[in-house]
């Protein structure tokens, strides 16, 4: 398997060079940086460094669009202009699709299900499982969310007990990361994981530190490979990858993973001839699939697929959540507007005699939605969009760029068979768009969703106008479970603990691995870290 992979990768190389040299590149003109290497271009500052460094140095020195280098000299573009990216990504349909090496990792991580589906197939996938995720729908999801945040909660404050203190530090990745498996559990599949109580569990332990294991700081030759892999025929790519053995964590999440989803899609069919269907996402599937209509129904493979996306999605938006938690941490006086904010909506809730905060509470909490907007702006899940162009295009601009030959460029002209890299990092550090000033789109600062500070010209993406969730055709379709999972859990979280930081933090990198990726710097190997000091409160203590 080695030799013939490098097989390929030695004649790959030689048709990128020869190509490389015979066709001059249409963006010569487009200002970029240099190449730190003729064999890696400047691919090493994007997929090694930490997430969004690159792309945050080139957008302040050459602008909303940038002409970098791929392999072997070959020029790619960073697109942080709204315009352009609202083009690319919301208004060309299929004109421009996800490229071939990021729908094959989709494929690696959750089978052939929507992230992975393009063209007609997604489409159709995309129209079946939508409704699932409306906003009236994440109203029911709600009660579980909260449930699994109370249980994470609960075993914290037996561990605290048991050292006869009020404090503890956790290790917030670890902990979080199992209590979201178990509310993705209950809210899409009604079924419960356990992970929260039982380590032992093998889904939540392959899941827990998947990317940040499988993806993070990847060595020269897998960054070459990824590169080189946009040449190779999807069949040859997935032939390669499916006997890999350095994959075999990724094989093995998806053995385990589709033998439960096996199992679950066998009882939901039961439950639903029996006339007794639950309301999770995984039922309304399968009762989909039931339908004559070959428009509404998925294949075997890709019912499996779906149980997988959800659950591979939904660890990559928690990576956002362990950022909003070290944002608090940091901040005491933010950390009091929230908790002031939760206790005064708890008196509300009481007020009406119900217990429990549903969907329109965290609607109606402005501090709390302040803190949801800035966290997923300053910090996106999906840090990258990678998107080729399957014909000529124009790339329209909102704001010009100036060529290394001095002209004024409002549009860039894309040849068929262009890749660039739609980056949500920078365009949520646009300071056209989010801010200068004291809110400087480069700080942290909730007010300017609360003073009206955000000021888009260009309409972008599916929440607060962030490129976070993407847009368009292949926006994420679970935002709202995302957005409310993550309210549902500050207010649990804050309204029994007092969150602090330690001393770890000040080594705290934002490792690029797909997703953003907290760790210790000096212990990768060690996966997600984000250690905090947990405190019980008092539920009078404002």
Known sequence: METSTLLILALLVALVVAYRIYKPSPFSNIPGPEPTSFMLGNLREILQQPAGLAEFEWQRKYGDVVRFRASFGTDQLMVADPKALQHVLQSSGYKWRKSPVRREIARLTSGKGLAWADGDVHTRQRKVMLPGFRAPETKYFVPFFISCAEAMCSGWKGTISGTGGQSHVFNFPEYVSRATLDAIGQAAFDYDF??????ENELANLYESLTANAFSAPPDIAVLMLDLFRHVPPAVMEFINDHNPKLKVLHRVADV????????????????????????????????????????????????????????????????????????????????????????????????????????????????????????????????????????????????????SGEIISEIHIPKGTQVIGSASAYNRNKDVFGEGKYHSFEFNIDRWLEGRVKAEVSLGVYANLATFASGIRSCIAWRFAVTELQAFIVVLLRNFELETTPKLAKIRRESALAMVPTIEGELDKGSQLPLKVSIISKTEV
């Open 194 to 199: 356990g992970s929260t109580n039982n380590h």
């Open 257 to 404: 993973a589709n033998e439960v989803a096996s199992g679950l899609i066998a009882q939901k069919t039961e439950d639903i001839k029996g006339g007794n269907p639950n309301k999770d996402i995984m039922t309304f599937l399968v009762q989909s699939n039931l339908s004559e209509n070959p428009k509404s129904r998925l294949t075997e493979e890709e019912l499996l697929a779906q149980m997988r996306t959800l659950i591979f999605g939904g660890h990559e938006t928690i990576t956002s959540q362990f950022c909003c938690y070290d944002r608090i941490a940091r901040n005491p006086q933010l950390q009091a507007r929230l908790r002031a904010e939760i206790r005064a909506t708890e008196e509300k809730i009481a007020d009406r005699g119900e217990e429990e905060f549903t969907m329109q509470d965290f609607e109606e909490m402005p501090v709390l939605n302040a803190m949801s907007k800035e966290t997923l702006r300053y910090h996106p899940v999906a840090i990258h969009l990678y998107r080729t162009a399957y014909e000529d295009d124009v790339l329209p601009l909102l704001k010009p760029i100036v060529g290394k």
